[in-house]
């Protein structure tokens, strides 16, 4: 018989707010290159620009401070001063020491899914701040394994199942981005609940992910993680008899 026998959960803009301080950061920075040049465009150029860093700095806060650092030399021709590249640099250090605030009900939706299966920590971002944000969620000591990623692609979570033993069709994973906690998840038979954010980068946006798909739920407050759960371990439960 096949059933669910463990659960992953994404971690920013899953459990906890992330997106929405990296929102006001891109504010900020718009908001000093605009003392240089009039366009509408500098969140696209700078998007254009963290998009071909990534292979080289990763995700998380780091990579955007350097990505906006040489955004904002090449959008103003490097008329930008010093004074306000350091501006850019506190940006980011802001970033860095930004409290962790739990969504409406997610405490409580993890605690009683733990109570049902198996549950792991699967985030991507800076090793650094993702550590301290996983000290200071409170939540820790529920996870069975908290994995920090560079990447959340099909290789990955391959690998993560192999090294859980688990197969993936025993795998449900929640997390709010269909392109890192969804589409990879489905592409090897697993499940996906996909929990919609207020907000997403744009990078987390492109994603061919099928939204008929049988193996996908949407469900969009915590309170109703437990139950889609429940209901989804008793479709695979059933389809292995």
């Known amino acids: 018989m096949t059933a669910i026998r463990m659960v992953g ?23 000093i290159v605009a003392h240089y040049v009039d366009l509408d465009d500098v969140g696209d150029r700078l998007y254009a620009i963290e998009k071909n860093n990534i292979a080289l700095f ?4 780091k990579g955007m401070a350097l990505s906006m650092v040489e955004a904002a030399v090449e959008i103003t021709d490097a008329r930008i001063s010093a004074r306000d590249l350091h501006r850019i640099v506190g940006i980011a250090k802001e970033l ?14 993890i605690e009683a899914v733990a109570a049902d299966f198996e549950i792991v920590l699967i985030t991507k971002g800076d090793l650094f701040h993702q550590e301290k944000k996983v000290r200071d969620c409170g939540l820790a000591g529920l996870f069975r394994r908290i994995e920090i990623v560079s990447e959340k692609d099909v290789p990955t979570y391959r690998r993560l199942l192999e090294e859980f033993g688990c197969e993936a069709d025993e795998f449900a994973m929640v997390g709010n981005s ?35 798909a049988p193996r996908l739920r949407v469900v969009p407050t915590a309170t109703e993680w437990p139950q889609a759960l429940r209901a989804i371990a008793a479709e695979a439960a059933e389809a292995g008899k």
Do not use: K, M, N
Request: proline residues 5%.
């Open 58 to 61: 990763g995700y998380g806060v």
């Open 178 to 212: 269909l392109r890192s906690d969804i589409e990879p998840v489905l592409a090897l038979g697993g499940w996906g609940i996909h929990v919609p954010y207020h907000l997403t980068w744009a990078h987390e946006a492109e994603t061919s992910v099928d939204h008929a």
């Open 9 to 31: 959960f994404d971690a920013d803009d899953t459990l906890w707010r992330s997106e929405d301080y990296f929102h006001g950061a891109q504010q900020e920075f718009e908001r």
């Open 96 to 109: 860095l020491a930004h409290p962790v605030e739990l969504l409406p009900g997610v405490r409580e939706a």
